[in-house]
């Protein structure tokens, strides 16, 4: 019913910076929430942030807080990831996915997911 679609991802040196997209469509009165996750190879899939759909309210993993910002323009049902002073423990797949929870943290209160955007950060 939600569908969403990753862009922006691409190959940036240590410090550089990315801006990512997750343009969302279908069933938005639903979505009270939309997050980023991004899993490594042979890692887990792991939390990075989310921003309340409606009230802007804003959560960050404790390794991109003070370089990453989520934001979204609700006129342009999209949410944005700006990362900034990237590191190369930041590459990785990243993920957007949409939740009907208010502000959820985990993985499994995401029920819809994009198809993900290659992040990679050289040294």
């Known amino acids: 019913q939600v569908q969403l679609v990753e862009s922006g991802g691409g190959l940036v040196q240590a410090g550089g910076s990315l801006r990512l997209s997750c343009a969302v469509s279908?069933?938005?009165?639903?979505?009270?929430?939309v997050g980023w996750f991004r899993q490594a190879p042979g890692k887990e899939r792991s939390f990075v942030a989310a921003?309340?759909?409606?009230?802007?309210?804003?959560d960050y993993a404790d390794s991109v807080k003070g370089r990453f910002t989520i934001s979204r323009d609700n006129a342009k049902n999209t949410v944005y990831l700006q990362m900034n002073r990237l590191k190369p423990e930041d590459t990785a797949v990243y993920y957007c996915?949409?939740?009907?929870?208010?502000?959820?943290?985990?993985?499994?209160?995401?029920?819809?997911w994009g198809q993900g955007t290659q992040v990679t950060v050289s040294s």
């Open positions: 921003i309340n759909w409606s009230g802007g309210i804003t």
């Open positions: 996915a949409a939740s009907s929870a208010l502000l959820p943290g985990r993985a499994i209160d995401y029920a819809y």
């Open positions: 279908g069933g938005i009165f639903s979505t009270y929430a």
